[in-house]
């Protein structure tokens, strides 16, 4: 039910309700309250969050390093100034860790319940991807990247570091990959007007 909310808001209500979202958020708030899941128990806690960065974030680099070369590479690097870069990373952190909290914390956890671990992974990227429909770039990118961060939440149960990986790719994506290709990371029927 809420992903069909989700994508209700998506393609319709973001454009005639835009505050719809919030009843929509108090269902899976309400569904942690009545599990007695806690904000720990959802991987809202520091405890992983070393080892993750310990055993992550050199390939984290090495991706980001990677899209940043392409980039410059292929001429594709937006214009925008450092400092401007550096604040839409911030903003975007929060986004990003909120995307990875219902990607893993509600939904995952949701399917780990009828799934094995691998098949609930992968019903989850399959949902997460569909949520970005139309775009077709970010449906690749967030099924492959979404089933990754599911098998990494099923070990480690940390959101803070997926949120940190979200954000920063995201960002990455959005300064190299060309509009012609990634429709300004546009998804619903926006997508049609990029």
Same mark, same amino acid.
């Given at each position: 039910? $809420? &992903?069909?909310?989700?994508?209700?808001?998506?393609?319709? !209500?973001?454009?005639?309700?835009?505050?719809?979202?919030?009843?929509?958020?108090?269902?899976?708030?309400?569904?942690?309250?009545?599990?007695?899941?806690?904000?720990?128990?959802?991987? &809202?806690?520091?405890?992983?969050?070393?080892?993750?960065?310990?055993?992550?974030?050199?390939?984290?680099?090495?991706?980001?390093?990677?899209?940043?070369?392409?980039?410059?590479?292929?001429?594709?690097?937006?214009?925008?100034? !450092?400092?401007?870069?550096?604040?839409?990373?911030?903003?975007?952190? %929060?986004?990003?860790?909120?995307?990875?909290?219902?990607?893993?914390?509600?939904?995952?956890?949701?399917?780990?319940?009828?799934? %094995?671990?691998?098949?609930?992974?992968?019903?989850?990227?399959?949902?997460?991807?569909?949520? =970005?429909? %139309?775009?077709?770039?970010?449906?690749? $990118?967030?099924?492959?990247?979404?089933?990754?961060?599911? +098998?990494?939440?099923? +070990?480690? +149960?940390?959101?803070?570091?997926?949120?940190?990986?979200?954000?920063?790719?995201?960002?990455?994506? &959005?300064?190299?990959? %060309?509009?012609?290709?990634?429709? =300004?990371?546009?998804?619903?029927?926006?997508?049609?007007?990029?």
């Amino acid at each position: 039910m $809420v &992903f069909g909310l989700i994508l209700a808001y998506i393609w319709s !209500l973001r454009y005639h309700h835009p505050a719809a979202w919030a009843p929509i958020l108090v269902l899976p708030l309400a569904s942690h309250w009545w599990r007695r899941e806690g904000a720990a128990a959802l991987g &809202f806690r520091m405890q992983n969050l070393a080892e993750c960065l310990r055993r992550f974030a050199p390939a984290l680099g090495f991706l980001a390093l990677t899209l940043l070369a392409s980039g410059l590479l292929l001429d594709t690097v937006r214009r925008i100034a !450092l400092d401007r870069v550096a604040v839409t990373w911030a903003i975007y952190l %929060p986004w990003g860790l909120f995307q990875q909290y219902l990607l893993n914390g509600y939904c995952l956890t949701r399917l780990q319940i009828v799934l %094995p671990a691998r098949g609930a992974a992968l019903a989850a990227a399959a949902l997460f991807s569909a949520v =970005h429909a %139309p775009n077709w770039f970010l449906m690749l $990118v967030t099924l492959v990247a979404g089933y990754a961060a599911a +098998r990494l939440y099923t +070990r480690y +149960r940390n959101l803070y570091f997926l949120g940190l990986a979200h954000g920063t790719l995201g960002v990455l994506l &959005f300064l190299v990959v %060309p509009d012609s290709i990634s429709h =300004h990371l546009v998804v619903g029927p926006g997508w049609y007007g990029h």
